[in-house]
């Protein structure tokens, strides 16, 4: 089992940059892949980001691709989201997840567990 912390969700204006971090701890860190995903007010869940246990393979949600990177540190037992030219419609909660599969999952049911959430805001 592990349990996931997210940190550094906050407000920032349309065109900011802000990175977001996961802190895993429990079971070793390195076995899962690991993915972010976020819900807006009203909306379902959706994945945005997620890589391979080893941080080699990265995959994106098309609505992020060329703005946000996901990166891990396995020595250290953080993922990282890092958005850049942020926009109104990246407001929601953002959440982390960490799945035992061996490939790079981006459905919300592949992933075994959950952090608690980070708001981030984006105003206009």
């Known amino acids: 089992q592990v349990q996931l912390v997210e940190s550094g969700g906050r407000l920032v204006q349309a065109g900011d940059s802000l990175r977001l971090s996961c802190a895993a701890s429990?079971?070793?860190?390195?076995?899962?892949?690991m993915g972010w995903f976020r819900q807006a007010p009203g909306k379902e869940r959706e994945f945005v980001a997620a890589t391979s246990r080893s941080g080699g393979g990265k995959i994106y949600a098309p609505s992020v691709l060329g703005r946000f990177t996901i990166s891990r540190d396995n020595a250290d037992n953080t993922v990282f989201l890092q958005m850049n030219s942020l926009k109104p419609e990246d407001t929601a909660v953002y959440y982390c997840?960490?799945?035992?599969?061996?490939?790079?999952?981006?459905?919300?049911?592949?992933?075994?567990?959950w952090g608690q959430g980070t708001q981030v805001t984006v105003s206009s």
């Open positions: 997840a960490a799945a035992s599969q061996g490939y790079i999952p981006n459905k919300r049911g592949d992933y075994d567990y």
């Open positions: 429990g079971r070793t860190f390195s076995v899962y892949a």
